[in-house]
């Protein structure tokens, strides 16, 4: 069943291409220029009027949440809260009948997200899930919603469902910038071309599977690492941080590049692999100097780099390629090497890769 891979984990990394492909099937439709969701469709009054999204999750949906939090506020220009669903449901939110909330969960069980659902339902807030299981406790209980249609995730660790998340708040984001008048016609009709791109992208980032391979036997020794990245990636930093500390118990930080220097430089010294999301669009030459902070203090530099690049390759000990894309896009690519590299390196350090100890698969108690 894990169809000729060794974990399921590795299995789902790969399914990506497909699993992005099943996501916006029927939804992208690029020749039409059009976005079609059922469930924003139907309910499309109640976004527009949307005083603001706030976005309820946890774990790998919340760093989806994060990187919807970009997208939205860029290209709908609809203000966005993102929200841990266990502290957003006991802190006594502002959320009226004026307000969206969008509740993200692979399983559709997690209780803390459930419990937000119930209390911005309770405050009138109109709900929408994106969820993965079908029929699970918040598809039922949310007002509308949409499943990222990504296939059964078995591993504990969040791979497929976090990039489909992204897919399909991508789409929201995009409909609702176009049914807001926020985004011009040649800019909507590209990100739908890009978006349409991304399944054969993710599959030439897969490509760079042996090349992490050894790249992960290099720094699987490693005490400690540190993720960074800027705008859309600093979510996927934080991710790419959440995957090492689950499955390889390395300790892992994830941070904005530019606040390194607020204290986090501090731990840097030859023993600290630190991982950098250095594409090409998206504050680059700032990237660049953080590595040039990074690098002098000797600290090992591994760049998550676009094809072709230069001015990384020069400064970092390696680099890990991905195709290039709209920025707003990155996330989808970025995050693949970042999946590789946790998977060799607990599968190096011999550790339980598809159930990690301590962890389960949906989290249904607070
Ligand atoms: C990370 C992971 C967890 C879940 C979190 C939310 O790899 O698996 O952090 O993302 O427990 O779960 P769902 O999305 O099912 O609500």
Known sequence: EKGGYEHFMLKEIHEQPDAIRDTYRGRLLVKEG??????IDDNIEKFINADKITIVACGTSWHAGLVAEYIFEDLARIPVEVEYAS???YRNPVITDKDVVIAISQSGETADTLAAIKLAKQNGAFVFG???????SIAR???AGAYTHAGPEIGVASTKAFTTQITVLSLIALKLAKEK???SNSNY???LQELELIPEKVAKALLSDEHIKTVANTYKDAKNCLYLGRGYNFPVALEGALKLKEISYIHAEGYPAAEMKHGPIALIDDQMPVFVIATKKGHYEKVVSNIEE?????G????IVTEGDVNVKNLADHVIEVPETLESLTPLLTTIPLQLLSYHIAVLLDKNVDQPRNLAKSVTVE
């Not at 059009?34 to 469930?39: E, L, P, W, Y």
């Not at 990074?294 to 000797?298: L, Q, T």
């Open 141 to 143: 209980e949310t007002d």
């Open 300 to 303: 090992k530099i591994i760049g």
């Open 130 to 136: 994106v969820c993965n299981v079908v029929g699970s």
């Open 294 to 298: 990074i690098k002098s203090r000797a």
């Open 189 to 191: 009709r590209y990100h």
């Open 87 to 89: 502290e957003f449901r």
């Open 34 to 39: 059009i976005i079609r969701m059922a469930g």
């Open 181 to 183: 008048g926020k985004i």
